[in-house]
């Protein structure tokens, strides 16, 4: 059973610029949700989609943004990006929201 | 509102030694706890989960932890520490979301 997806592993952006990181969860998942991990913030919770609906939504600024498509695949979107979004992006499955499963990530640098 | 507590930011042990990575947590639901270990470089791998039923619960690579509702922990335990359990340990805790702890990171020495 393959197991979450996402792409792409680096990414290198520009100040300003917006970005677009993609999770293909466990086939027959349902929720799909994307963390943001810093050294000095640890692990915090961006938001979560669950049947193309997001279903909660963690403390970050409109610029970051997501979707999921009818075969449960997830994207999020940074836009004006900022040196502080230089993070590692965690993409997790679940079938519904206990008992997630996590990508290897994306590691975003903003220069 | 939930929250978790790592104590010890950084805890080093000698090879063959007990291991001990300390959680306490806050939950205003009954909660269901789990560990997470992270290489560098790499995502989050379950270890183990708490849900509901017994109170101790065996993960994977040895691991174990204690789920002790008067005392709001989930300490993690390993009976004997390999040089492959240098990592970093991330407890969490589930209510609309997971809700990590700082982390530990394990150093095992020689």
């Known amino acids: 059973k393959a197991g979450v997806t996402q792409t792409p592993r680096y990414l290198i952006k520009t100040r300003g610029q917006q970005v677009t990181l993609s999770c293909s969860p466990i086939s027959g998942h349902r929720s799909v949700s994307w963390y943001q991990q810093t050294p000095g913030q640890g692990l915090q919770f961006l938001f979560e989609y669950f049947s193309e609906t997001q279903r909660n939504k963690g403390n970050f600024p409109g610029r970051f943004s997501g979707r999921q498509f009818s075969n449960s695949r997830s994207e999020m979107n940074v836009s004006t990006l900022e040196l502080g979004d230089s993070a590692l992006y965690l993409c997790?499955?679940?079938?519904?929201?206990?008992?997630?499963?996590f990508g290897s990530g994306t590691r975003l640098t903003v220069v | 509102a939930q929250s978790v507590t790592q104590l010890g930011s950084h805890v080093s042990v000698s090879e063959g030694a007990l291991v001990l990575l300390r959680c306490n947590y806050s939950s205003s639901v009954p909660p269901y706890l789990f560990w997470y270990v992270q290489y560098p470089n790499q995502g989050l791998q379950l270890l183990l989960k708490y849900t509901t039923g017994a109170t101790l619960v065996k993960g994977i690579n040895g691991f174990e932890a204690e789920f002790k509702k008067s005392e709001t922990s989930f300490h993690l335990t390993k009976p004997s520490a390999h040089m492959s359990d240098a990592a970093e340990y991330f407890c969490a805790v589930s209510g609309n979301q997971l809700t990590f702890g700082k982390g530990t990171k394990l150093s095992v020495i020689p």
């Open positions: 997790a499955s679940s079938p519904q929201s206990v008992g997630y499963t």
